[in-house]
């Protein structure tokens, strides 16, 4: 059948073609599985419009461009950030932090909520106004589009449907990456929840953390959502004024662990993965105490609560631990490493006394002639 004019390509709006190949072939692996069959089968059983949401969501899910401008939800991931830091969330502070809507059971709409809430019906409206017209070098089949005249609008769409849909296949794919040790496709599979306002599950946004803080994303450095530092929303061979300006200013730059851990934190509740996380980004800039302090208001909040059952780990005291080293801070680090032995569920390895004896020996404490360490006696040293 005939299909509608193609739009020109914009590669700016391309997801880099090694990131995008990566996905693709995770996401048509998870679309031919035969639970997922099934499970879309279901949803298409219940109508010929349902059939045709699924598609929808299908062709946009195997799209390889984006449908907003990075800077649209730069924008709204800053008003995310901003909430998250503002409001204390990261003290297990759970309550609405505004009353712009209604939630479940008629409590206040957080923050949260409202903003993916905007940009759900946003997305809508900008991916079904832009009809079947898909990029000339899309990796879909121009047979598996609608014609024109078959286009869904606003009007068509359940969003209930297209974004149960939608959580189903994006649930099913980071399941698939944690069971095969594969982080690539999060490069992707993330800009489309975060441009999409999908609202995930807390099985699934779990499953996203751990595959992003254990399978080699969680590197501070070099892995971006395809803002700023990292990787570029399109290849850097691609030259003129397709490349993204390297000077962009640093707090335009977010990665993807620590944009996971905020959209866990906002949507459910802080854990000691979550906070692992931004610890490790924050002592990675050289803020090993607001990590220090983040760290101690995440304990607070754990020691009040009775039903709490998270240990803070050796991993996430060792990140600030190390900065305080290599930065030659030997009172704060003394400071710290007492509370780490006082602290339970961590389990000091000979690796990390090593570490603090030689950053020790290396500022000559141990000299003869050498003044004591700031605070060393009031920690009973």
Request: one cysteine or more.
């Amino acid at each position: 059948k005939e299909s509608g004019p193609k739009k020109p390509v914009n590669r700016a709006m391309m997801h880099d073609p090694d990131h995008f190949e990566a996905y693709y072939l995770a996401m048509t692996a998870i679309l031919d599985d035969q639970g997922m069959a099934r499970a879309m089968s279901k949803y298409e059983s219940k109508g010929e419009l349902n059939k045709r949401i699924v598609n929808r969501v299908k062709d946009w899910l195997l799209n390889d461009h984006r449908i907003f401008e990075t800077e649209v939800i730069m924008e709204r991931w800053n008003n995310l950030d901003e909430a998250w830091r503002n409001e204390k969330w990261m003290t297990g502070m759970v309550e609405p932090m505004s009353s712009d809507g209604e939630g479940k059971g008629g409590k206040p709409e957080s923050r949260f909520q409202s903003e993916l809430k905007a940009q759900r019906e946003a997305f809508l409206s900008k991916l079904l106004s832009a009809g079947t017209s898909l990029p000339a070098d899309s990796a879909l089949d121009s047979n598996e589009s609608e014609s024109p005249e078959e286009a869904l609008t606003e009007g068509d769409v359940d969003p209930t449907v297209f974004y149960d849909v939608a959580r189903h296949i994006l649930g099913g794919l980071g399941r698939y990456c944690a069971r095969r040790a594969r982080s690539s496709p999060m490069e992707v599979a993330w800009w489309k929840v975060k441009e999409s306002g999908l609202l995930l599950g807390k099985d699934v946004i779990s499953t996203y953390l751990y595959v992003v803080s254990t399978m080699g994303m969680a590197d501070s450095i070099g892995i971006s959502s395809g803002i700023g530092m990292g990787s570029y929303p399109f290849s850097d061979s691609r030259k003129g004024s397709d490349i993204e300006n390297e000077s962009e200013p640093k707090e335009n730059k977010f990665l993807i662990p620590e944009e996971v851990a905020t959209y866990h934190d906002l949507s459910c509740k802080p854990t000691e993965s979550s906070i692992s996380l931004r610890v490790k980004a924050l002592a990675s800039k050289g803020e090993a105490k607001r990590a220090e302090q983040l760290l101690e208001a995440f304990k607070k909040s754990i020691e009040a609560d009775e039903r709490s059952k998270e240990l803070i780990r050796l991993r996430t005291y060792l990140p600030i631990l190390k900065q305080y080293c290599d930065t030659g801070e030997t009172s704060a680090a003394l400071s710290l490493f007492k509370r780490m032995q006082t602290t339970p569920g961590v389990i000091l390895e000979p690796e990390t006394y090593v570490l603090l004896l030689a950053s020790i020996a290396e500022k000559k404490y141990f000299c003869d002639n050498s003044p004591p360490i700031g605070g060393a006696k009031d920690l009973g040293y």
